[in-house]
């Protein structure tokens, strides 16, 4: 009986979570971030038949997120539209992403608690401002990853990881981390095996690159790289606040100025941290935060919305 009333419960949740969804995708279904545009671009010449360009003739990549390109390509071709392609697509994903923490933090989180944390998911205003981009893509990968690494499916995980990479380069970090965790565990690497398919899946897209476009990284990645560089954009403390902590951005974007919500959120957030302590899944994420941070702070990389995505996901995980 009780688990009829956990299963019921869990997929009342579901059900309702992607109404949510469905009703804020259709909502903000006109809204479409400039930097979404570069992807319907390449998206639409392939359709055309001029090729993964964005100027047809001139193949230069402006692609930081192969995976997504590639997938959006197919969703396009499917229904027949590219804006209502990539509104479905990352609906879908922003869907996956609230549920996936229920079986990540499976142990952890008491039945109310699964019940209430993908309505809270779905209902951020951030994440809809991200569709058209591979936010939500990088969400479900690196959830997976978690769930596959504490399940010890590491062929499966490897497949995994390399898809993440090719989703967002700075996944890395997570994958550093992960064959960290289990060499400290298992005091050796993982099998030999599970690296063939991951390699196999990045060599080919590094050969489709370095063919296609004349270079294995995105002209984008490198451009972003030198933004920092420039001197615009501060890549140390001891300059002055580093330009990707704009926390007043989305103060005011993500939450209308509401401090009661953000003070609120934030206290529970740090609770959750402390309670979840003792989770390794916990700290793995935390490390990967940690890790990403550092990342676009020591590159001095320029604030870009949709690279917080990962914030918001585990404020909202731990204040649940």
Same mark, same amino acid.
């Given at each position: ?7 019921? /419960? ?10 949510? %969804? ?30 993964? %360009? ?18 959006? /390509? ?26 996936? *923490? ?15 944390? *993908?309505?809270?998911? %779905? ?15 990088? =969400? ?15 062929? =499966? ?21 992960? /064959? ?21 899946? =990045? ?38 606040? *580093? ?22 959120? =934030? ?54």
């Amino acid at each position: 009986m009780q688990d009829k009333r956990h299963t019921f /419960i869990l997929v009342g949740s579901a059900l309702l979570s992607l109404t949510i %969804v469905a009703l804020f995708s259709y909502l903000t279904r006109d809204y479409t971030r400039d930097d979404a545009l570069i992807y319907y671009r390449y998206i639409d010449n392939v359709l055309d038949g001029k090729g993964l %360009v964005y100027n047809e003739g001139e193949r230069f990549n402006a692609l930081t997120s192969p995976l997504y390109t590639y997938i959006s /390509i197919g969703a396009a071709y499917i229904v027949g539209d590219i804006q209502r392609s990539q509104l479905v697509l990352d609906a879908l994903l922003l869907c996956a992403a609230s549920l996936l *923490p229920l079986l990540v933090w499976r142990k952890e989180l008491p039945l109310g608690v699964k019940a209430f944390l *993908p309505l809270l998911i %779905v209902s951020s205003r951030y994440f809809y401002s991200t569709f058209g981009l591979e936010t939500t893509l990088f =969400l479900v990968l690196v959830l997976c990853a978690l769930l596959l690494f504490e399940q010890k499916r590491l062929g =499966l995980l490897g497949v995994v990881a390399a898809l993440l990479i090719l989703t967002r380069g700075e996944s890395v970090i997570l994958v550093m981390i992960l /064959i960290t965790f289990y060499y400290h565990e298992e005091r050796k690497l993982p099998p030999l095996r599970v690296f063939v398919a991951p390699a196999v899946i =990045l060599i080919a897209n590094s050969i489709f690159n370095s063919f296609y476009y004349g270079s294995i990284l995105p002209h984008t990645l490198t451009a972003k790289i030198a933004q920092g560089k420039s001197g615009l954009w501060s890549s140390s403390f001891s300059d002055y606040w *580093p330009n990707f902590i704009r926390l007043r951005y989305h103060f005011q974007h993500s939450f209308n100025d509401n401090v009661i919500q953000v003070a609120m959120l =934030l206290s529970l957030a740090i609770a959750g941290v402390v309670a979840f302590r003792a989770s390794r899944t916990t700290l793995i994420l935390l490390l990967f935060i940690i890790g990403y941070t550092a990342f676009f702070l020591l590159l001095g990389i320029p604030h870009y919305f949709w690279y917080y995505s990962v914030y918001y996901l585990a404020g909202y995980v731990f204040a649940v």
